[in-house]
Antibody, heavy 123, light 107 residues
Framework: QVQLQESGPGLVKPSQTLSLTCTVS??????????WSWIRQHPGKGLQWIGY????????????YYNPSLESRVTISVDTSKNQLSLRLTSVTAADTALYYC??????????WGQGTLVTVSS | EILLTQSPDFQSVTPKEKVTITCRAS??????LHWYQQKPDQSPKLLIK???LSISGVPSRFSGSGSGTDFTLTINGLEAEDAAAYYC?????????FGQGTKLEIK
């Protein structure tokens, strides 16, 4: 059974960088069959796809896809040695306050999700 | 970006009722429309893929239909445990997008 667990600071100051990690267990992040994703949910609101990475264990490289609305500030990467997915979001504002989920995307749907981690942007 | 608009935003329903939630896409997405259920304080759960294909383990009372721009999620014989928010999601083109959600309250 695949499990995902997000971790990271719950409070980030405005203009700083939000950094989150997602630890994947029960499956290899480099299996090449999936896209490893970040999705966020603003308080009481809907879901916003941030982006995902497709990592190939054959070529040892990842290809990233980002939401254009966040692309200039987002980086998604993987650490295959730790079986972890990471999110960096720079220059955060209060509008980035949200519950951040990591999720596995196996086309066409997101089939496994972490429990989510709440990040508040405040001074 | 493809906009997905769900209706209604909120619905209060009684057990055993039939519930219909609609999702309209701003342009044709063929059948690349999927449905999720999010119970309070839980992560979303995939219910239906490709508009009408069932997911293993999901109760048969959940069904989907539609193609192009108009889609429907139907719950036949609502149960108390179905109190949740329901979201549609399109994978036709990037960025992938979600509807704003429909919250179901059980009377």
């Amino acid at each position: 059974q695949v499990q995902l667990q997000e971790s990271g600071p719950g409070l980030v100051k405005p203009s700083q960088t939000l950094s989150l990690t997602c630890t994947v267990s029960g499956g290899s992040i480099s299996s090449g069959d999936y896209y490893w994703s970040w999705i966020r949910q603003h308080p009481g609101k809907g879901l916003q796809w941030i982006g995902y990475i497709y990592y190939s264990g054959y070529t040892y490289s990842g290809r990233t896809y980002y939401n254009p609305s966040l692309e200039s500030r987002v980086t998604i990467s993987v650490d295959t040695s730790k079986n972890q997915l990471s999110l960096r979001l720079t220059s955060v504002t209060a509008a980035d306050t949200a519950l951040y989920y990591c999720a596995r995307y196996q086309p066409p749907g997101f089939d496994y999700w972490g429990q989510g981690t709440l990040v508040t942007v405040s001074s | 970006e493809i906009l997905l608009t769900q209706s209604p935003d909120f619905q209060s329903v009684t057990p055993k009722e039939k519930v219909t939630i609609t999702c309209r896409a701003s342009q044709s997405i063929d059948s690349s429309l999927h449905w999720y259920q999010q119970k309070p304080d839980q992560s979303p759960k995939l219910l239906i893929k490709y508009a009408s294909l069932s997911i293993s383990g999901v109760p048969s009372r959940f069904s989907g239909s539609g193609s192009g721009t108009d889609f429907t999620l139907t719950i036949n014989g609502l149960e108390a445990e179905d109190a949740a928010a329901y979201y549609c999601h399109q994978s036709s083109s990037l960025p992938q997008t979600f509807g704003q959600g429909t919250k179901l309250e059980i009377k």
